[in-house]
């Protein structure tokens, strides 16, 4: 092996730090080898290759391939939800918001549309229900002739003891996470194929592999819903759909301020320092996630960038989740 040449290799690279290329040549000096002894400023050439770098950036924008592609969020017109629907309509997708509160999930998709040049619809309708998810499958069939990406997003918090919890919380719960995501599954698969395939995303949580304490139900369904992701991915992908599973951690959506300014009402109200002391507490990156960076990963994952990303599940979690 011929050390000149590799540290000589090292001196042009801007990820090496100054220190190790330079230590390096010392070695080669004190050894008697020739050259090498890292005669430049790296410094400098550090600072030349970042400002290069920033350059290209602005000379080229990463096509993701979403463009005119028909994506469809449950709970799409609130919180992760919605930052997801405009992450889709910033590629230029167009985008379907289902949600319970119909005037609301019009209301976001007018105003979608508006600003990225788009068409987006917004939907009147309950997941959880079998009728629901029929309605949502043959609006989009109407409106757009079939879906290309499905973001199973619409789920919500919970709080309550096993041994007190009543069968109709638990059937709710299990509705709304797991028999969503399987009829929704049931009614595009068939679209999506006869598209020539597409993507289908899982919004579960971290709490389906790191459960918290007040929320089995939460965690028990989350947890299903990874797993149904997995399952669903085997049978799809030879269909040229894929399938995949985000665990997002602390994300500051309007349900964790809502609660936050709840249980800090009688207390002086300090709702973002409670927010704060819950991020200090669980995430190693001391802080929430905004809806915006979660969504960036559902926008990546469905993505031309990422096809061979394929039963799997993900986690943004600013490194809450303690286990591999």
């Known amino acids: 092996m011929n050390c000149t040449k590799i540290v000589c290799i ?3 690279s801007p990820f090496i730090p100054r220190w190790v290329a330079s230590g390096a040549g010392e070695v080669n000096r004190r050894a008697g080898r020739p050259g090498c002894a890292y005669p430049f400023d790296v410094a400098r050439v550090f600072s030349q290759r970042r400002a290069d770098a920033t350059a290209r950036e602005g000379e080229r924008d990463m096509d993701l391939g979403l463009k005119d592609k028909v994506t469809v969020i449950t709970g ?10 405009e992450g889709f309509a910033a590629e230029g997708a167009h985008v379907v918001l289902a949600a319970r509160q119909g005037e609301r999930a019009r209301a976001e998709a007018e105003r979608i549309a508006a600003r990225f040049g788009t068409r987006a619809l917004g939907l009147a309708c309950d997941v959880a229900t079998a009728e629901g998810t029929d309605a949502l499958v043959a609006a989009v ?10 973001v199973n ?16 919380k638990w059937q709710a719960y299990w509705d709304l996470h797991v028999m969503a995501a399987v009829r929704l599954a049931r009614g595009f698969a068939p679209q999506m194929k006869g598209r020539g395939g597409g993507v289908i995303l899982h919004n579960a949580s971290i709490c389906a592999v790191q459960p918290l304490w007040y929320e089995p139900i939460y965690n028990v369904t989350k947890s299903a819903l990874m797993m ?4 669903l ?16 951690g602390l994300v500051l959506t309007p349900d964790w301020q809502k609660t936050a300014k709840e249980l800090t009402a009688s207390s ?15 995430a190693p990156i001391k802080r929430f996630a905004s809806p915006a960076e979660v969504a960036n990963f559902f926008v990546f994952l469905a993505s031309d960038k990422a096809t061979y990303s394929v039963g799997s599940t993900y986690g943004v979690d600013g490194g809450m989740q303690k286990g591999l």
Request: glycine share 14%; net charge negative; hydrophobic share 40%.
């Open 10 to 12: 090292l001196a042009a």
């Open 233 to 248: 991915a085997t049978e799809l992908v030879k269909d040229n759909i894929r399938v995949n599973c985000v665990n997002p």
């Open 228 to 231: 149904f992701s997995k399952c």
């Open 76 to 85: 799409g017109s609130v919180g992760i939800g919605l930052a997801i629907a």
């Open 268 to 282: 002086g109200g300090d709702w973002e320092g409670y927010l704060q002391s819950v991020a200090d507490e669980h």
């Open 153 to 168: 997003n619409a789920g919500t918090g919970s709080n309550e003891t096993v041994m007190e919890a009543p069968d109709e």
């Open 141 to 150: 069939a109407a409106e757009f002739g079939g879906a290309d990406i499905l």
